[in-house]
């Protein structure tokens, strides 16, 4: 407006003499005056025109960005007025919902969308608000015309109008393809992670041979002894009967063993459970127990008994306990730090459990403090450098957190927390076995 005004002005400079620039009125010649007054009207009427018709472009242009780039994101845009007024869906809505662009946009057609397991949900985080609500966000799933499942990812806000009603308005984004790889990268990862395992059983291989064989042993010597009572003149059978018991009792010895060494191997989708991490360390110490003997390093366990549980897998927890206790058996390999000894600890904190594995060895070097969890780094002759990298991944896939420091008094701590799934705690008599429960339990 201003430009076009200042064009009228700058042609009365040049053709008009000086006193009728801003007041054309005082021209005598009335035809003149009036020929001058309606071209200038045409003039600001062309420019006024033109001026919006690019603004009308550039909003055309600014319209066409934002549906690549909602088309290219998977994003579409609704709003509308609480409960089914003023609805709008963007072009990549329809697109996402499975809709004809001629459709007209409602709550109903949204509704008929989504899948019957989540549409209470939905209805309750989104589509029937009713109340301001600063934060929206939530995913669901559709489906579509086709029988296809979507699934949707809503970010949004309910704002109070200054009428009463409530606006609300939303982002739609189709995470479909998301999901689709990041289960694709979670098998990847179980798949390396079930690789790792088997290497450290392959590691493990001589001490667990040396711990299934003693129950053993002790089984075929319980039952000699029991067939020398049985076979004498006048059968002793209360100590036939103690023989066959030490039989069962080493029997479930090993059968207990083989079953967490068959879970170690085994090959499965992540399972999350509610699990106690004592359960976890005491299972780890067992197994371990033979490795830490030939390497002459004593183990401790330094349990809260009254630990709450968390929620994860099994087997990924204890590939974790295992992977960091003999990184310390080996970081102690070539210490001659007496005593050598490893603590496991496990600590109940405001919001999540810890799990802390100490050893006495050399500690980590400055200059490797920020790449021990990198994939392939290792500071091993015979090692791949996955096995802490991997330990992020299964502890990040947990939301939980992963570090590593030294000790004031020498020796590396690693420690991994994770959230907590309630307040409730096992009790101690479902947690803790006395070998290894105790407060300071020593094996090895």
């Given at each position: 407006?201003?430009?076009?005004?200042?064009?009228?002005?700058?042609?009365?400079?040049?053709?008009?003499?000086?006193?009728?620039?801003?007041?054309?009125?005082?021209?005598?010649?009335?035809?003149?005056?009036?020929?001058?007054?309606?071209?200038?009207?045409?003039?600001?009427?062309?420019?006024?025109?033109?001026?919006?018709?690019?603004?009308?472009?550039?909003?055309?242009?600014?319209?066409?960005?934002?549906?690549?780039?909602?088309?290219?994101?998977?994003?579409?845009?609704?709003?509308?007025?609480?409960?089914?007024?003023?609805?709008?869906?963007?072009?990549?809505?329809?697109?996402?919902?499975?809709?004809?662009?001629?459709?007209?946009?409602?709550?109903?057609?949204?509704?008929?969308?989504?899948?019957?397991?989540?549409?209470?949900?939905?209805?309750?985080?989104?589509?029937?608000?009713?109340?301001?609500?600063?934060?929206?966000?939530?995913?669901?799933?559709?489906?579509?015309?086709?029988?296809?499942?979507?699934?949707?990812?809503?970010?949004?806000?309910?704002?109070?109008?200054?009428?009463?009603?409530?606006?609300?308005?939303?982002?739609?984004?189709?995470?479909?393809?998301?999901?689709?790889?990041?289960?694709?990268?979670?098998?990847?990862?179980?798949?390396?992670?079930?690789?790792?395992?088997?290497?450290?059983?392959g590691e493990l291989v001589a001490s667990i041979t040396h711990e299934?064989?003693?129950?053993?042993?002790?089984?075929?010597?319980?039952?000699?002894?029991?067939?020398?009572?049985?076979?004498?003149?006048?059968?002793?059978?209360?100590?036939?009967?103690?023989?066959?018991?030490?039989?069962?009792?080493?029997?479930?010895?090993?059968?207990?063993?083989?079953?967490?060494?068959?879970?170690?191997?085994?090959?499965?989708?992540?399972?999350?459970?509610?699990?106690?991490?004592?359960?976890?360390?005491?299972?780890?110490?067992?197994?371990?127990?033979?490795?830490?003997?030939?390497?002459?390093?004593?183990?401790?366990?330094?349990?809260?008994?009254?630990?709450?549980?968390?929620?994860?897998?099994?087997?990924?927890?204890?590939?974790?306990?295992?992977?960091?206790?003999?990184?310390?058996?080996?970081?102690?390999?070539?210490?001659?730090?007496?005593?050598?000894?490893?603590?496991?600890?496990?600590?109940?904190?405001?919001?999540?459990?810890?799990?802390?594995?100490?050893?006495?060895?050399?500690?980590?070097?400055?200059?490797?403090?920020?790449?021990?969890?990198?994939?392939?780094?290792?500071?091993?002759?015979?090692?791949?450098?996955?096995?802490?990298?991997?330990?992020?991944?299964?502890?990040?896939?947990?939301?939980?957190?992963?570090?590593?420091?030294?000790?004031?008094?020498?020796?590396?701590?690693?420690?991994?927390?994770?959230?907590?799934?309630?307040?409730?705690?096992?009790?101690?008599?479902?947690?803790?076995?006395?070998?290894?429960?105790?407060?300071?339990?020593?094996?090895?």
């Open positions: 407006m201003l430009a076009s005004i200042l064009a009228i002005l700058s042609v009365r400079f040049f053709f008009l003499a000086p006193q009728y620039t801003f007041d054309p009125g005082l021209m005598g010649n009335e035809a003149l005056r009036r020929f001058l007054l309606y071209g200038e009207s045409i003039f600001l009427i062309w420019l006024l025109g033109s001026a919006q018709r690019r603004a009308q472009e550039r909003s055309r242009r600014s319209e066409g960005y934002l549906a690549d780039a909602q088309a290219l994101s998977r994003t579409g845009s609704v709003g509308f007025t609480a409960p089914d007024k003023n609805m709008f869906w963007s072009t990549e809505t329809y697109r996402i919902l499975g809709l004809d662009l001629r459709t007209t946009p409602s709550m109903k057609k949204m509704l008929e969308r989504i899948h019957p397991e989540d549409r209470a949900m939905a209805c309750r985080a989104f589509y029937c608000v009713t109340e301001p609500s600063e934060a929206i966000e939530f995913e669901h799933r559709i489906v579509t015309e086709g029988g296809s499942t979507k699934h949707l990812r809503i970010c949004g806000k309910a704002e109070q109008q200054v009428e009463g009603a409530v606006r609300v308005s939303a982002a739609m984004m189709d995470v479909t393809e998301t999901r689709r790889i990041s289960a694709s990268l979670r098998k990847a990862q179980s798949e390396l992670a079930h690789v790792a395992r088997l290497n450290t059983m299934i064989n003693q129950p053993l042993g002790a089984m075929k010597l319980s039952a000699n002894t029991g067939l020398r009572w049985l076979n004498r003149d006048t059968p002793e059978l209360e100590k036939v009967g103690a023989s066959l018991k030490r039989v069962s009792e080493n029997a479930t010895r090993a059968e207990a063993l083989i079953s967490k060494l068959r879970n170690m191997a085994k090959k499965g989708e992540f399972e999350a459970v509610p699990i106690s991490l004592n359960q976890i360390v005491s299972d780890v110490i067992e197994l371990l127990h033979g490795e830490a003997n030939e390497r002459g390093i004593t183990c401790v366990a330094d349990l809260d008994t009254d630990l709450p549980l968390v929620k994860g897998d099994e087997v990924q927890l204890q590939q974790i306990a295992v992977n960091l206790v003999m990184n310390s058996f080996d970081a102690m390999a070539a210490s001659l730090t007496h005593p050598r000894q490893i603590v496991v600890r496990s600590r109940n904190r405001a919001d999540s459990v810890a799990l802390e594995v100490a050893d006495t060895g050399p500690g980590i070097r400055p200059d490797m403090q920020d790449r021990l969890f990198d994939a392939f780094f290792t500071t091993k002759s015979h090692g791949m450098g996955m096995g802490l990298s991997i330990c992020r991944s299964i502890v990040e896939a947990h939301d939980g957190t992963i570090e590593a420091f030294n000790n004031e008094l020498g020796g590396a701590t690693f420690r991994i927390a994770l959230p907590v799934r309630s307040t409730e705690t096992l009790e101690p008599s479902a947690t803790s076995r006395p070998t290894t429960f105790n407060a300071e339990a020593r094996i090895g």
